[in-house]
């Protein structure tokens, strides 16, 4: 899929979303891992941000390559079980069954309402 077959509205964020923008920052990203310009980790950084939280499509190639990004850069990453998705489901239970076996000592995975209660 690509912005110009697809349409520019097939990859804006939902309105929920788009209205915390500011004081959250967007990012676009040409490739699978948001880390390969430095920009997203100089920011986060820049902001003394210590975990990350993933979400997102393709679990088995934009989500992989971000999470193995943020554990590469020392991170502490957190997998939104319920929060990612991929075009087939054995592509997705293969990639909670990778970071619940066998990096679960690099990438903790929880549901969202699990994440969000945490932090209340």
Known sequence: MTIARAGKEMV???????????????????????????????????????EVIVSGGEAD???????????DLDYRTILAEDAICSTSDEAYENILKLFTKRYSH????????????YWH
């Open 12 to 50: 804006e964020l939902l309105p929920e979303l788009a209205i915390h923008i500011p004081p959250a920052c967007l990012f676009d990203k040409p490739i699978y891992s948001p880390w390969l310009s430095g920009e997203l980790a100089r920011v986060l950084q820049s902001e003394g941000v210590e």
């Open 61 to 71: 190639m934009c989500v992989l390559a971000t999470l193995l990004g943020s554990v």
């Open 106 to 117: 690099h990438v903790e995975v929880a549901p969202v309402d699990a994440i969000l209660g």
